[in-house]
Antibody
Framework: QVELHQSGLGLLKPSETLSLTCTVS??????????WNWIRQRPGKGLEWIGN???????NYNPSLQSRISISVDTSKDQFSLELTSVTPADTGVYYC???????????????????WGQGTTVTVSS | DVQMTQSPSTLSASIGDRVTITCRAS??????LAWYQQTPGTVPKLLIY???NLEVGVSSRFSGSGSGTEFTLTISSLQPDDFATYYC?????????FGRGTRVEIK
């Protein structure tokens, strides 16, 4: 069973950059067939999809965060990463990485759902 | 963005009850909907994909239905492990969006 392991610092000051990395245990990033996602859960705000990336570097971002986020992939290290710039206390919450399989259908394919999640990283932004 | 509206926001029920949670999309999303369960301090768990398909390993007391703009998650006989918060998510169009959640609590 594949595992996603998150790493990165969770305590930041306003205006700093959040950097998180998610390591995939089975090398499946390079194989293809999944989108690799970041989601966050802010206190009292529910789940918010941040963005995703495919192994070729193709990204999709949430427009609400697009000006501040960057998601990258390193297939040689089986990792994908999130950078969120100019953080404020409103960015405080738990950040998750997760994968979404692409399922073939006729024609094309569809997104399965967030089926495997990282353990979550608590991010606190405070001066 | 597609807005996802869940109801109710909180539901009180007893062990053995049949429970239904509704999720409405602000525009048609075909069957591109997933349901998740989250207990406090844990990672969300995928229950249902493509509106009505049970994820591997998930109990058959969970079922999903619907298409277009209205969807339901049903728990046929509530068990102690089912007291949790449930979220719907649309994967029809970017940005993917979630409902605000339905908390199922013990009556």
């Amino acid at each position: 069973q594949v595992e996603l392991h998150q790493s990165g610092l969770g305590l930041l000051k306003p205006s700093e950059t959040l950097s998180l990395t998610c390591t995939v245990s089975d090398g499946s990033i390079a194989i293809g067939g999944w989108y690799w996602n970041w989601i966050r859960q802010r206190p009292g705000k529910g789940l918010e999809w941040i963005g995703n990336i495919y192994n070729n570097g193709s990204t999709n971002y949430n427009p609400s965060l697009q000006s501040r986020i960057s998601i990258s992939v390193d297939t040689s290290k089986d990792q994908f990463s999130l950078e969120l710039t100019s953080v404020t206390p409103a960015d405080t919450g738990v950040y998750y990485c997760a994968r979404v399989p692409l399922v073939p259908k006729v024609p094309g394919w569809y997104y399965y759902g967030l089926d495997v999640w990282g353990q979550g990283t608590t991010v606190t932004v405070s001066s | 963005d597609v807005q996802m509206t869940q109801s109710p926001s909180t539901l009180s029920a007893s062990i053995g009850d049949r429970v239904t949670i509704t999720c409405r999309a602000s525009q048609a999303i075909a069957t591109w909907l997933a349901w998740y369960q989250q207990t406090p301090g844990t990672v969300p768990k995928l229950l249902i994909y493509k509106a009505s398909n049970l994820e591997v390993g998930v109990s058959s007391r969970f079922s999903g239905s619907g298409s277009g703009t209205e969807f339901t998650l049903t728990i046929s006989s509530l068990q102690p492990d089912d007291f949790a918060t449930y979220y719907c998510q649309q994967l029809h169009s970017y940005p993917w969006t979630f409902g605000r959640g339905t908390r199922v609590e013990i009556k």
